[in-house]
């Protein structure tokens, strides 16, 4: 997910590659990151946060501690940590990082990987409004890009850092069905791509999920028919749960990290 923010932010135009220093502790990803991405490799963890006024932190919350044992010490008090490790509260963090850092807590999404993620992020009281527009511009260079409060981002944690699954299993069972139906697969997976692609456009231009329903679904129709498929087996209350879980799993990870 790092690899692939840095990739947003540079292609988004807000950095430059002679901007970016890389760390990752696997030597050949580190290599074929920097390759890819034409940035340099800081010779240590350390020697990256020496060098750097803004970290990105991107590792698994179970590799915190590892993280923290090869730093020598608290960040400095003029540097920006923007962290994406799911569930580690800003509290974590301060004790992770020290004090005086200003910090920051991001759920993105994979969907970075082509422009479009839903970013959503909350800040400590020690952020800047100067750091604060920092913060939107690296992100909006992504995709879309909300603020929130802190106690909120377990909850984007399971509808759009893990909703791109969810999403893709829906676009899957819609290319069947239209394969079911007699279409060829390939037809069928871009009908259904397309038809996710400009729902989620025409949402967020116009109004409601509900809207764009209601406006589909005539009396005695072809979508009634289908909407009542729907209901009746489930897909409402099985992406309801698949949020909620997603979501507890997110908080769960994050009090196991330390």
């Known amino acids: 997910m790092g690899t692939a923010l840095l990739r947003a932010f540079l292609q988004g135009g807000v950095l430059a590659a002679d901007q970016v220093l890389l760390w990752e502790i696997d030597p050949s990803r580190r290599a074929a990151a920097c390759a890819e991405l034409g940035v340099k490799a800081a010779d240590s963890a350390q020697d990256l946060v020496r060098?750097?006024?803004?970290?990105?932190?991107?590792?698994?919350?179970?590799?915190?501690?590892?993280l923290l044992s090869s730093l020598s010490g608290p960040l400095r008090p003029d540097q920006?940590?923007?962290?994406?490790?799911?569930?580690?509260?800003?509290?974590?963090?301060?004790?992770?990082?020290?004090?005086?850092?200003?910090?920051v807590r991001v759920m993105p999404n994979i969907l970075c990987t082509v422009r479009e993620s839903a970013s959503a992020y909350a800040t400590?009281?020690?952020?800047?409004?100067?750091?604060?527009?920092?913060?939107e511009s690296l992100l909006g260079s992504a995709g879309l890009v909300l603020r929130v409060e802190e106690r909120l981002l377990d909850a984007v944690t399971g509808l759009s850092g893990s909703g791109p699954a969810f999403a893709a299993v829906f676009c899957e069972a819609l290319a069947d069905g239209g394969v079911a139906a007699g279409l060829p697969r390939p037809v069928a997976v871009q009908l259904a791509a397309q038809v996710l692609l400009g729902?989620?456009?025409?949402?967020l231009e116009?109004?409601?999920?509900?809207?764009?329903?209601?406006?589909?679904?005539?009396?005695?129709?072809?979508?009634?028919?289908?909407?009542?498929?729907?209901?009746?087996?489930?897909?409402?209350?099985?992406?309801?749960?698949?949020?909620?879980?997603?979501?507890?799993?997110?908080?769960e990870l994050g009090r196991d990290c330390g």
């Open 124 to 135: 400590g009281p020690e952020v800047t409004e100067e750091q604060q527009a920092w913060i």
């Open 51 to 66: 060098r750097s006024a803004t970290l990105l932190v991107a590792v698994k919350p179970q590799s915190l501690p590892g």
């Open 199 to 203: 729902t989620g456009r025409w949402v």
């Open 206 to 251: 116009h109004g409601s999920p509900a809207q764009l329903k209601d406006a589909v679904t005539s009396p005695a129709g072809t979508t009634i028919a289908g909407l009542q498929a729907l209901e009746s087996g489930g897909l409402r209350s099985a992406a309801l749960q698949a949020v909620r879980a997603a979501a507890q799993r997110s908080s």
């Open 80 to 103: 920006l940590v923007i962290s994406i490790l799911a569930g580690v509260t800003l509290q974590r963090l301060r004790e992770a990082f020290g004090p005086e850092v200003a910090l």
